[in-house]
Each structure stands twice: as structure tokens, then as C-alpha cells.
């Protein structure tokens, strides 16, 4: 018989994991659409849209919390992780409503949160039968249906749809990859110590808005670079 058996932490289980980290995420995204609602909308501040020393403020600032989060990330507990994701919200949601007008806001946020949000349904349903990825493509496909459905009922521009789809493509992506780390980290920490679900559904969340952050930092300086050497080769 083992000693103190009974006291022993409950498994972190795949199904479980996926549902709450999903969850965590609608929720963040949600939390940044409203925002964007509050400045553009409800309190219609001009200084967002008209300053551009606010939006290289945010830019730096997005930045910097990337950079110190990614640091910080292999030592955050729950509420460091919930404070995180809080915080990258936040300042993503304030950011966007500083480049885009609301609807664009609105649509790019909602789709996402609304993919995250029928990813947890379809996790919690169907979790145990998804082998082999086929959730994260079940993901992909739900958010780019929400997104057709959005843009179609919008009549949104080319920019809107791309942008959309965009973000579905990265974020299905980018929990696709980040998936065997986020296991394999729940597997080490029920290992080590006691943690609950909610402990390594908020670090898994995390990693993933901010591998989603970094690969469109890396996209976006690859796009950069091809444009400046097109156009170097185009002055020769």
C-alpha cells in the first residue's frame, strides 16, 4: 500500500488541459475586444487614433512585455499566469484599437475568441476521440468557418478577410505546436509537485498567446526583409 496515497494530486489530463487553456484564451480575447470597444466607442477617445506617441508607446511597451514575460514565464505560478494574460490583453486589445478602426477590432478579436471558445466545447465533447492533431484542425476549421460567417454577414473588405483568417491560421497553428510542450510540462509538474489543472491551463494559455505573438513579430521582420531586398534589387 502506498503512504499518503490519498493525499496525492489528481492527474492533469489531456481533455481537461485543452478545455480550460481554450477557455482562458476566449477569454482574454474577449477581454481585448472589449477594450477596444470602450476607447473607440463608448468613451471615443481621439488620442488613440490621432496621437502617434501613444502608438509607439504601446508598440515599445508590447515589446517589453514580451520580452520580460517570455524571460519570467519558467517561474510563474497560477496567478502570475492569470496576471499575464490579463496583461498581454490588455495591452493587445489597447493596441489595436491605436492602428484599427473598431469594426476590424471587433471582428479579428470575436473570431478568435469565438474559435478558442467552440475549441473547449468541441475538447470537452469529442476530446478523447481527437487523436493525431485532428483537434487542432477541428480548431482551424471552426474559426475559419466563424470567420467566413462574420465577414459575410459584415460585408468586410479584403484587409478584414485576410486579417481573420490570418489570425486562425496562426493561433491553430501555434497551439498545434505549443500542444506536446504544454503536456509535457503538466506531466513534469504533476512529477515535482502539487498543481491543479487551472495551474498548467494558464501556463499553457500563456505560451500560446505568446508563441502566437512571437511568430507574427518573425513573420512580420521576414516580410520586411523581403520587401527592403526587393526594393534594393529594383534600385540596381
Known sequence: MRVFGWIAPVQVTPVELLVKACLWLAVGMALSAALCWLVLDLLALPQFTEHSAI???????????????????????????????????????????SLFPLQLCLVLYGVTCGMFALGALVAHLYG???????FYLLLAASGGALAVVI??????????????????????????RKSPQMLDSARGLYRQQFVTVQHCATRGALSIWLGAATAFLDILQTLMFLVSSGSSSASR
Open 128 to 134: 478523447e476521440r481527437l487523436r493525431n492533431g485532428r
Open 55 to 97: 502608438i509607439v508607446l504601446l508598440v515599445i511597451l508590447w515589446f517589453i512585455t514580451l520580452f520580460a514575460l517570455t524571460m519570467l514565464f519558467a517561474r510563474m505560478q497560477t496567478l502570475h499566469a492569470i496576471s499575464a494574460l490579463v496583461l498581454l490583453s490588455v495591452i493587445g486589445g489597447l493596441l489595436a484599437a
Open 151 to 176: 465577414n459575410l454577414a459584415l460585408a468586410g473588405g479584403v484587409a478584414q478577410w485576410c486579417a481573420s483568417l490570418f489570425l486562425v491560421v496562426l493561433f491553430s497553428v501555434v497551439s498545434a
